[in-house]
């Protein structure tokens, strides 16, 4: 079993090596397929390891090599099979496959082909570190690695100046958030003095509670920051700058469901301080609010996408905060699929309306482009949860959660928020795919995308139609780690009217959205409707002017500090004292060049005045060495 | 009459060697510079025969022989340098001596 550990590792790893040899050239398809191939390795041996777990294996744990063993410090290179992860590097490797064979034929036009190949398989290997590691290090690498990678990504088309800003924005905020979960790390090991899950969280029941709310909190700020919770949001709607299948793999299925994977995997910690779980699942909830509802505006077929994915996030944080952390672990599998199929699918409008992004100068696009309409209207179905799609599933489980617990805030946020997914979602679908056919005004002639692409598409497709058949199968499986808590709703009629009711508020929520944007009245915006002059239309489509507010009110200031401190401080005196010495240096050899004027005569002179210099060192020396014991007495006299 | 002792030897191998030292440092003419640098080592000369006999070994004394013996070659491969400078640009003037100025 350790083999296929190794393979379903690094097979992504040799993928991302394999296609970076060619990194210089011009596209050569093996630099796509080979990778996509070893993905599907890695895909075939983590099944293999599902089988051994759901069989009822024990659950596997390697350790390949120490990384530092320095005094007490021990911190191999430790990998673990067990439920959790075991479910994540499933998750992983079915969207990266799905996603690697469908960028061959996204990517056919692009330059940098075997340069997106090297990074996408880069990424998916540290994102299996992240998943695979057994500590808390190892965790840090790949949480690391998958950042770098992600800006790789996102900056891919680096000639674009948008694309390197959005790059680095969301670099830096997750460096922000990094230093919160470093901060976190080493409260971990001062208090435990092992990094180690499983005898870091053996030992947290006997510290302290200040000390394990002060781990919990630090741990999630870096959570915060990989999974976009506000106010460290606005990266992950501006990362869609980066190809569509990236955005799919990265920016929806894998990456941002790290900060979940993180609270989920450290679930003895956060069971000891509730309270501190309590303001998770607040959280989730204002997030899971407050990004449908920026959704609810935007004219940007992507941004409309992340910000669903921002509100899915927020609920599973819900559940993850709640203490229902196979549930969360569930909707995170669930979203990761359906999630992935829609910004595929965007990706082919994209493709066929030539980059285009807005859904209002698109329309009627359900002729041409027959599949993936199918496609992205049964994603959106899953993702509005209606039976019997994997959203149902997950989502309903989450809404039970908060009632069952007697958080009925939460409760009611999130089930307003599912009634406005189901909107924007519906809005997408009906404002692309229905209605007039807008996209003729601008001249385009859309097209399906390669057969292939649709094909690698459609295990997705299956997938987010029935992922929420495994429910039983994965609760029997991942209890054996996490809490076994099966969450019903004690009375059969209040079960049934939950259920009902919030199927009948999705759906008169998609009719709404149909009834809305599925006509012929639909036109392009232009900014004088009656709708778009509104002030809260204003402040949703500004996203409720955060961007703004961090540009004028942390940016512009730190750039301002930024520009003080370098012109006064970095000039002034750190440049002065090393132009200083470099000048010093410089005029010695300068005014001293003289010396060799190749005279000899000169040269004999200096020769003997440096005999003479030596000579009186060596008197002067032995001098001090004969009367050390004389000169040890004045000094001593003299005080010093 | 005051006994000649082994201080008066140093002090007149010192007065030489400040001689031989001035003559090296002042001298332009490539052919006194030989003479001073002769001076420089006989004054080292007595210096060794002078200690050797007050310790009464005899090591000094063939250092001394050795000094000579070195200084005799030494002398015959300049001098025999300094007369094909000499052929090549009529002076043998040391200020001439400055291909080597960097």
Known sequence: MEFYLYLALFAPLAGSLFAALFGASPKTLIAGLVPSLLLLTSFVSSTILLVHILGGGAPIQVEMMTWMATGDLYIPFGFIVDQVSVTMMMVVTVVSTVVHFYSIGYMDHDKGFNRFFSYLSAFVFSMMVLVMSDNFAGLFIGWEGVGLCSWLLIGFWYHKESATWAANEAFIMNRIADLGMLIGIFLVYWNTGTLQYAEAFALMPELPTDILVLMGIFLFIGAMGKSAQFPLHTWLADAMEGPTPVSALIHAATMVTAGVYLVVRANPLYDLIPNVGLFIASLGAFVALFAASMALVNRDMKRIIAYSTLSQLGYMFVAAGLGAYWVALFHLMAHAFFKALLFLGAGNVMHAMHDELDPFKMGGLKKPMKWTFIMMTVASVALAGIYPLAGFFSKDLILEVAMIEHHYIIYSVLLFTAGMTAFYSFRLVALIFHGEERYKLFGVHPHEAYKFMLIAMAPLLILAVIAGSFKMTYFEMVTAVLPATEYHVHSVVTYWIMTIGTQLFVILAIAFAYKKYANSSVKVPDGTSKMENRLCYKILSNQYYIPYIFEEYLVKPYRELSTVLWKHVDMKIVDATVDGIAGIIYSTGEKTRDMQSGNLSTMLKWMVAGTVGLLSLAVVFGLAVRYSAEIKAILSGLGV | ?102
Do not use: C, P
């Not at chain 2, 030989?34 to 250092?63: K, P, R, W």
């Open chain 2, 1 to 102: 009459m005051m006994e000649i002792g082994l201080n008066h030897y140093l002090i007149l191998s010192t007065i030489l060697f400040t001689i031989g030292l001035i003559g090296v440092m002042r001298r332009k003419n490539l052919l006194l510079l030989f003479f001073a640098t002769e001076i420089l080592l006989n004054s080292v000369n007595i210096a060794f025969a002078a200690i050797s006999h007050f310790y009464g070994d005899l090591t000094g004394q063939m250092f001394a022989f050795f000094v000579i013996a070195i200084a005799a070659s030494e002398v015959a491969v300049g001098l025999g340098l300094l007369i094909v400078w000499h052929k090549r640009h009529g002076t043998i003037d040391l200020d001439s001596l400055a291909t080597m100025r960097g």
